[in-house]
């Protein structure tokens, strides 16, 4: 019998055997991601957009797992070795999937603007609108998902009941330009340098499992250490990318560590948030 979902086995595995494991998946989940890419690309021609938008969002959580195994590199392990299994999780979690898609294409000038962004993306629910407190929504990733796979039916903040389908995302998904996704080209850069070899992932761990950064640590540091590791892999022999924009997308789009960040989903209270939106009504 096979079991699956047992990423999490990778934490009793010694550093040898972690980064051969890795590399190893890299390459299938790269190898699937691209697939799918080209799969999506063919269904828009033919104007198939709502499976090519269920099968994107399939590519975009695939390109994050990428992204997410490479930051369980970069993972200290020691001296706590419960941020690096707690980490793991992510993988097989939707939530910090589409998370990790969306980082990709944020320009935080810190890691507090990167960390903030993500705090929200994990609320069960939050306020929007022209006051900023207008209507309650739920979490955006989630229902995303689910609105682009299945028919349901809701109930809107102010009462209203209705219908939603895939149908919806149709016209928009006839809009979209899939190849300009941040989490699918920092996947491909990351695989270009290297990063599906072993020996790749030793260099990266080596430099990133020590490297320390806090809130106010601004993204032109974080250039200066992805500059470092690039370096670090031309020493080395690695060949270098087939792709000449590789390096300067990971300087522009690859993300701070994330293994920090817990990901779970905040149970915002509805009735907390009603409170707001009544006392932001009163102002205006």
């Known amino acids: 019998m096979t079991e699956p979902r047992r990423i999490a086995d990778l934490a009793q595995l010694t550093d040898k055997r972690l980064f051969e494991e890795i590399a190893a998946g890299l390459v299938l989940i790269h190898e699937n991601a691209q697939r799918l890419c080209e799969s999506v690309e063919l269904l828009a021609q033919q104007e ?23 930051d369980a590199a970069r993972c200290p392990r020691k001296p706590e070795p419960k941020l690096f299994s707690d980490h793991l999780w992510k993988f097989t979690d939707h939530l910090p999937r589409g998370i990790y898609a969306k980082v990709c294409d944020w320009l935080p000038a810190n890691f507090k603007e990167l960390r903030e962004g993500v705090a929200r993306e994990c609320e069960a629910y939050y306020l929007d609108g022209p006051t900023s407190a207008n209507w309650m929504f739920r979490n955006d990733i989630i229902r995303a998902r ?60 080596q430099h990133w499992r020590t490297w320390r950064f806090a809130d106010d640590t601004r993204h032109a540091v974080l250039q200066d250490s ?17 792709d000449g924009r590789a390096y300067s997308t990971l300087l522009e789009r690859w993300p701070f560590p994330l293994h920090v960040l817990p990901m779970r989903r905040i149970e915002t209270s509805k009735d907390k948030l009603r ?3 009544g006392g932001n009504s009163a102002r205006y």
């Not at 957009?49 to 990428?66: G, H």
């Not at 796979?149 to 330009?177: I, N």
């Not at 491909?188 to 761990?205: K, R, T």
């Open 48 to 70: 198939q957009f709502r499976a090519a938008e269920i099968i994107k969002n399939v590519a975009l959580e695939e390109a994050a797992k990428y992204l997410i195994l490479i």
């Open 275 to 277: 409170e707001i939106q």
């Open 146 to 205: 689910e609105e682009a796979l299945y028919v349901d039916y809701v109930v809107d903040d102010d009462g209203t009941r209705r219908w939603v389908s895939p149908q919806a995302m149709e016209e928009l998904s006839s809009r979209m330009f899939f190849s300009e996704h941040g989490v699918i080209c920092v996947m491909h850069a990351l695989h270009d340098v290297g990063f599906g070899a072993a020996e790749a992932l030793a260099i990266l761990a």
């Open 226 to 242: 992805i500059r470092q590791t690039l370096s670090a892999l031309k020493e080395s022999g690695m060949p270098p990318p087939k």
